[in-house]
């Protein structure tokens, strides 16, 4: 039993305890929930202090047979990209925990909620560490049914809608990649003579363009979805304005990286050739959501609403810097990812002490609050620089190195074809720097109609508008002590990923060539890294 | 170059920082008392530390590229590798003196106006954390790190700006000022990503190292050097941030906050950093002198349309903002003709007066019971003595009148336009611009009249005369406490005094007297050589003009409104209402900008982002699903009788099919000649049932050959092509099946 097998077991451990204890002990139920988060956490830094981060593979591997006859491996691993988004998980699932509002305004069935939430947190880390394409598609469905649940139960008003939407949205995306994923399997047989789902087996396939463009856009689909790129973003908002805090907190946080994941673990390594053909478009997709999604959130009126556009927003850049298929614009993606489950994350806590206190989430109910909680507005403004990206703050170090990664990537893109295209990435680079202006306009016209004006209006001057107190100062201190850490001082996070990226990088390019070089090569396995 | 890294210069920012958190954390618990000393203290500390730095450590390594301290690595990757990491040289140097020093007064000045401040704490935590992020801007040893001070100190302006952000427009007015820096700080992203593209580095020293005729840097793109479009987009970063056209829409609305703010944040230190920056990389710059044009262009543009708009301003501290921003232009227009050391100059007198006149601006509103209308003051010399003293000597000082400082600093910007070789042979587009300098200098005398004449407007109107102000105002008008004219007194002798240690004391045989040309070139290299008599003209030619001006001036308004004023406002009403209006730039704004990205948004939100992406392509595939759905679903109906019909249906379907009687996939035909055989039966299940089988030879409809085998045989007549068509018939259903296959007895026969 590794360390990673711990780590993925511990909340299901807990949510197994969760079970044993009645449903009326509330206080005992989020004490375990958050117990076993914090343990998680904990446990999570001893691979932090067990990775060698000047090797490029897996390490600390767990690989134990499953299903012998079909080849199935509970085969886990962790790298330089994998490695932090554990963390993030394993560190905003206790933060978001130890949020009163957590649960949302339908204080209800806390064992339950409980429950889903540390089942969801062992998907994710699953997910992330799975290393057989059987034991990932597991984790992967694994996360929906919590997250179907958290919504639909706990969430506002339309919350059917939307967990409805959510789950159907998703489950198109992966049942494809499902049919990719058995595609692979087949293919590998056929090739070897023998039945693997092991990651690294199956990314040595090296199939023809066509098959591969296929599969490419099976795996593409699901990720984009999960993601979200434009135009496959509409299930986001929905979901998010009807989710409870702590739902949109782990969805934005968490579950949208899998979409970004996804691509850098999978599609890109995967299908070379086909990522290769298809990274303008993607690209361009990408800064069509940056700016789509930043010129949506500017004209919202609903807080939550404004965030999830922002997301789209946001995430539109890591999809940016990872189809720069550059060193920089991937590191950039990477840290880019982790960025943004900080601040968005506490941008949506924020706006559930927000609905806590004032039970809206509509901008012109407010006004003045600042006067009123000023401790709470300080903090929030902070995170709100966070995303908006102001440089020492931890939003800064991944935009500008997605931005600086994209700018020179004619030198990447010219396998694609794009030579003739030269000036295409500078002109997609600033397009997308213009969000630099949009997301101070959405972000700070919302912390003004919050924040700022005559505290006029009665509801707002309520007592029961109070302001941060008992635990509310940990979660949002820690939010903010993350945020300045990751933008004084990235280095540790940036030098961890910097091997496996490069690693990964030049893999792909060693098979882009290997491939351009013959086309038309019936399936075949590309030779190991020596 | 080589740095020498002896000296903690991480300290100087790391002070105010800290003073900063210790004031966010635990200011509400501090007494007033507490609060100032903490927040003086750390800038004193700073200051304390930067003069030592400056005097001390830097004068032996001064031409070795100064002091630098490397904190940690910051951003490294890839081909990337960014320390966070400070650097003193001369000129970084002398602005954190710059800083420290104004900074500390104002420190000082604001314990005294903010007394009845409720938010004490909050107001010294920023001050503080400004300060820092200054001191970052100007000691960044690479361009991401002058960006973290850069957008620092955007973001206090931001903060302090919508202090009072109970006032809704105060909250606007640092929102427009935050924006208005994003789209400069666009144009400075874009010039960091071309800068890093071309020459690999981001670092101040490595890239001015770079930056030679023949280098990577001067490579054609777009018709002129990479140099000159990174010189483009850093500029646009600076307009924003030090307020040119067309950018400075947000310092006037920025007067919204604090005065001190204002004399600190908007007039000595942060709206300079532009021409810090165009300083910083001079090597850069010089290189592409159609670049510098363009700089010295805007730069006197500006400063001549601020000083019209500052003709016909009411608010004490708006005129002072326009004058702010023409001023700036007087930088740009030095450092844009190549006269970096005369841009710095101006620079640091500018610190000086224009703080003391945002000061005394303060101290005049202080005593005013809050207003800044000049309208209603008037009379103030006698009630405010030490204010009028300090506002006199600024006066002068901004007038150009000689011997105090703005006559040294603004008198070598204008001789420099004027003497300029940098354009001699500079190209834009194909375009000559030996013209520029000149052009230049006749805009910046022009813009000097006007400062002299608007600046001396706002000194008659306020202090001359008898007081326009009502009856309670009046009775309230007092001096300022001692925490507030003791710095102004510094102030005063700075903007006096202060312009000698950059003069030209060459005219009189002592150029070694000429401290600040001699500390900046190991910065942005020697002074430029302008000859005696030139320089001597143009002094004379200052000079004349700040007199006319203040003459002018004292014609129209000493006193009050006189006679010239109100004919020569009667003879132009639409250039006066112009003026006033601020020639309705912000409303342009507003209409070509703002309002139609606005309207954009949200009719793609309506349009695009609800109805064509969700309702269409989302909900309409789920809708065609759905739809599917619900017609099965009618079969589904729950009612005896349909099941029971469509169960008789199905049942009689079922009955047809199964008693069909069974065909071979194909008919085995056999050929000889004209003869075939056709066998029509199942291979290995004879026929179960007493089938009878019709065969047709020709397809015509009538059978040839009927019975109950299933096999025939048929001679044809003619040759050629002909269809055989067999049909089976089940005698006790009287059901049928057909099958027909054709045969080609030519080619069978040749076979």
């Not at chain 1, 330089?80 to 206790?94: A, K």
């Not at chain 2, 990205?597 to 609800?610: G, P």
Request: hydrophobic share 50%; charged share 15%.
């Amino acid at each position: 039993m590794g360390i990673l097998t711990w780590i993925t077991l511990l909340p299901l451990a807990g949510a197994a305890l969760v079970m044993l204890v009645p449903r009326e002990e509330e206080s005992i139920l989020r004490g375990i929930g958050l117990g076993t988060a914090i343990v998680t956490f904990l446990a999570s830094l001893f691979i932090l202090s067990d990775f060698d981060a000047s090797k490029a593979g897996f390490q600390l591997e767990v690989d134990k047979v499953w299903v012998e006859s079909l080849g199935v491996h509970f085969h886990l691993g962790i790298d330089g990209i994998s490695l932090w988004l554990v963390l993030l998980t394993t560190f905003l699932m206790p933060v978001t925990l130890l949020a009163p509002q957590a649960i949302g305004t339908r204080n209800i069935r806390v064992r339950d909620f409980m429950v889903a939430m540390l089942v969801l947190e062992a998907g994710m880390i699953g997910a992330f560490v799975a290393l057989d394409m059987f034991v990932f598609y597991v984790f992967w469905e694994l996360m929906l049914i919590p997250m179907y649940f958290i919504i639909g139960i706990w969430g506002g008003e339309r919350r059917l809608y939307a967990s409805i939407k959510f789950v159907i949205y998703t489950l198109v995306g992966s049942l494809l990649m499902l049919v990719a994923i058995l595609y692979l399997y087949a293919q590998y047989h056929a090739a070897t003579g023998s039945f693997s789902f092991d990651y690294v087996a199956l990314s040595r396939l090296s199939l023809p363009f066509e098959p591969q463009l296929f599969c490419f856009l099976a795996f593409a689909l699901a990720f984009a979805i999960k993601v979200p790129i434009f135009p496959l973003h509409t299930w986001l908002p929905d979901a998010h304005v009807e989710a409870p805090t702590g739902g949109s907190v782990i969805l934005a946080g968490v579950l949208l990286k899998f979409g970004t994941y996804g691509f850098l673990r999978f599609a890109l390594p995967m299908f070379p050739l086909a990522a290769d053909a298809t990274a303008p478009l993607i690209a361009i997709l990408a800064v069509i959501g940056i700016v789509f999604g930043a010129l949506m959130a500017y004209v919202q009126s609903d807080a939550k609403k404004l965030v999830a556009y922002s997301s789209v927003s946001h995430l539109g850049f890591v999809v940016l810097g990872i189809f720069s298929m550059g060193q920089m614009g991937v590191q950039g993606a990477i840290f880019q990812m982790l960025a943004h489950g900080i601040s968005t994350g506490g941008l949506f806590l924020g706006v559930g002490l927000l609905y806590d206190r004032r039970h809206t989430r509509n901008l012109e109910d407010f006004g003045g609050l600042w006067k009123k909680i000023p401790i709470f507005s300080a903090c929030f403004l902070v995170i709100v620089l966070a995303s908006v990206g102001l440089p020492g703050l931890c939003g800064f170090v991944g935009e500008f190195l997605i931005l600086l990664g994209t700018f020179g990537a004619n030198k990447a893109w010219t396998h694609s074809g794009m030579q003739g295209f030269f000036p295409m990435p500078r002109l997609l680079t600033v397009i997308s720097a213009s969000a630099v202006i949009l997301s101070a306009m959405y972000l700070l016209t919302m912390t003004q109609k919050i924040f700022f004006g005559p505290l006029d209006k009665p509801a707002n001057k309520d007592p029961h508008v109070r302001d941060l107190h008992g635990r509310e100062y940990w979660v949002f201190g820690i939010i903010i002590v993350a945020a300045l850490g990751m933008g004084i001082y990235p280095q540790p996070i940036l030098a961890r990923s910097e091997k496996s990226v490069a690693g990964m990088i030049d893999s792909f390019q060693a098979r882009l060539k290997d491939a351009k070089a013959n086309p038309q090569a019936p399936a075949h396995l590309f030779p190991a890294n020596p | 170059m080589h740095a020498a890294e002896s000296f903690n210069l991480r300290l100087i920012p790391l002070l105010p920082f800290l003073g900063a958190a210790l004031l966010i954390l635990f200011g509400r618990r501090f007494s007033r008392q507490t609060v100032v000393i903490v927040a003086a203290g750390a800038i004193a500390g700073s200051a304390f530390l930067a003069f030592t730095a400056f005097f001390q450590a830097l004068p032996g390594v001064a031409e070795e590229g100064g002091l630098r301290d490397v904190v940690w690595k910051w951003i490294a990757t890839g081909d990337l590798s960014l320390d966070l990491a400070f650097r003193m040289d001369t000129l970084s140097g002398l602005l954190c003196l710059i800083i420290t020093f104004i900074g500390f007064l104002i420190h000082i000045y604001s314990a005294g106006y903010m007394e009845h401040e409720p938010d004490y704490a909050r107001f010294f935590a920023y001050l503080n954390l400004f300060c820092g992020s200054m001191l970052v801007l100007v000691l960044g040893d690479s361009m991401p790190v002058m960006f973290v001070g850069w957008e620092g100190v955007g973001l206090c302006s931001y903060l302090l700006i919508g202090f009072w952000y109970s006032e809704t427009a105060n909250a606007t007015a640092g929102k427009k000022a935050f924006i208005t820096n994003r789209i400069g700080d666009f144009g400075f992203l874009i010039g960091m990503f071309l800068i890093f593209q071309v020459t690999g580095t981001l670092r101040f020293s490595e890239v001015n190292a770079l930056a030679t005729p023949g280098s990577a840097l001067m490579a054609t793109y777009h018709g002129m050097p990479m140099a000159f479009w990174i010189g483009l987009c850093l500029f646009i970063g600076a307009t924003g941030k030090s307020a040119q056209i067309p950018l400075y829409v947000w310092l006037p609305d920025a007067m919204a906050g604090p005065t001190p703010v204002s004399a600190l944040i908007h007039a000595a230190t942060m709206v300079t950093a532009g021409v810090y920056m165009v300083a910083r990389l001079h090597a850069l710059y010089v290189l592409v002198p159609a670049m510098m044009a363009i700089i010295a262009l805007v730069g006197a543009a500006t400063a001549l349309f601020a000083a019209l708009i500052g003709f016909a301003q009411n608010d004490f501290k708006k005129v002072l903002a326009y004058s702010t921003v023409s001023q700036l232009g007087f930088m740009f227009a030095g450092v844009g003709t190549g006269n970096f050391t005369a841009g710095v100059f101006h620079l640091y007198t500018h610190a000086f007066f224009k703080a003391g006149l945002f000061l005394c601006a303060g101290s005049i509103m202080h005593a005013m019971s809050g207003s800044g209308d000049i309208t209603k003051m008037g009379g103030l010399r006698k009630r405010t003595p030490w204010t009028h003293g300090v506002f006199l000597v600024c006066w002068l000082a901004i007038c150009g009148v000689p011997i105090f400082s703005g006559f040294f600093s603004k008198d070598a910007i204008v001789a420099g336009a004027f003497a300029t070789e940098l354009y001699g042979k500079a190209e834009l587009f194909g375009l000559s611009l030996a013209w520029v300098g000149p052009a230049v200098g006749s805009i910046l005398l022009l813009a000097a009249l006007g400062t002299a004449f608007y600046m001396s407007r706002l000194y008659f109107l306020v202090f001359s005369g008898e007081s326009r102000a009502d009856h309670e105002t009046q009775h309230h008008i007092h001096e300022s406490p001692e925490a507030m004219v003791a710095p102004l007194v510094v102030l005063a002798v700075g903007a006096g005094l202060g312009g000698l240690i950059g003069a030209p004391w060459g005219l009189i045989g002592h150029p070694e007297w000429n401290l600040l040309g001699e500390w900046l070139t190991s910065a942005v290299g020697p002074e430029m050589e302008i000859h005696h008599t030139t320089e001597l003209a143009f002094m004379g030619v200052s000079t004349a003009l700040a007199i006319a001006g203040i003459l002018i001036a004292r014609a129209f308004y000493l006193g009050g409104y006189r006679a010239p004023a109100q004919q020569f406002a009667g003879a132009a009403p639409g250039l006066v209402k112009a003026a006033y209006n601020k020639f309705w730039v912000d409303e342009f704004y507003d209409a070509v900008l703002i309002r139609p990205l606005r309207k954009l948004s949200s009719s793609l939100y309506r349009v695009v982002d609800r109805i064509l992406i969700d309702q269409v392509l989302v909900n309409g595939t789920a809708a065609v699903v759905d739809l599917a759905g619900r017609i099965a679903r009618t079969l589904q109906s729950g009612d005896g009788q349909r099941y029971m019909a469509a169960f008789a249906i199905g049942a009689a379907a079922l009955v047809f099919f199964a008693t069909r009687p069974t065909l071979p996939a194909a008919l085995k035909v056999n050929v000889s000649g004209t003869t075939v055989t056709v066998d029509a039966s199942r291979t290995g299940r004879p026929s179960q049932r007493g089938l009878t089988y019709a065969f047709d030879f020709d397809d015509d409809g009538r059978p040839e050959v009927k019975g109950v085998a299933s096999e025939a045989r048929y001679t044809y007549e003619t040759s050629g092509t002909h269809t055989i068509r067999v049909t089976v018939t089940d005698p006790r259903w009287h059901t049928q099946s057909s099958i027909k296959s054709s045969v080609d007895l030519d080619a069978a026969g040749k076979k």
